[in-house]
């Protein structure tokens, strides 16, 4: 049973930075493909970022040249680099892990919060 811990969500100016991070355990971290999502209020959960074994990223529209998703096989921890946050960024941020040989076994973290605010 993989095991997701977010942190790093915090409050922060708008223009600002922050880096999230996910630490993974339970698991062959090199197995699972790795994403962020967020809630933001009255939203519906939302992709952000992924990120593959092998490091292919992807990225949703809202946040491309701002986030960076990347990964550390060395310590099974995935992060996301925020840059140049916006109100609209506010959510809470999840992390995701899904292995790479059985998509039905799919993980999601606790959550944490993201609040860009002046």
């Known amino acids: 049973q993989v095991q997701l811990v977010e942190s790093g969500g915090a409050l922060v100016q708008p223009g600002g930075s922050l880096r999230l991070s996910c630490a993974a355990s339970?698991?062959?971290?090199?197995?699972?493909?790795m994403g962020w999502y967020r809630q933001g209020p009255g939203k519906q959960r939302e992709m952000v970022a992924g990120?593959?074994?092998?490091?292919?990223?992807d990225y949703a529209d809202s946040v491309k040249g701002r986030f960076i998703i990347s990964r550390d096989q060395a310590t099974s921890t995935m992060y996301l680099q925020m840059n140049d946050l916006k109100p609209e960024d506010t959510a809470v941020y999840f992390c995701?892990?899904?292995?790479?040989?059985?998509?039905?076994?799919?993980?999601w973290g606790q959550g944490t919060q993201v609040t860009v605010s002046s």
């Open positions: 990120i593959t074994p092998g490091r292919t990223t």
């Open positions: 995701s892990a899904m292995h790479i040989a059985d998509p039905t076994k799919n993980y």
């Open positions: 339970g698991g062959v971290f090199s197995f699972l493909s």
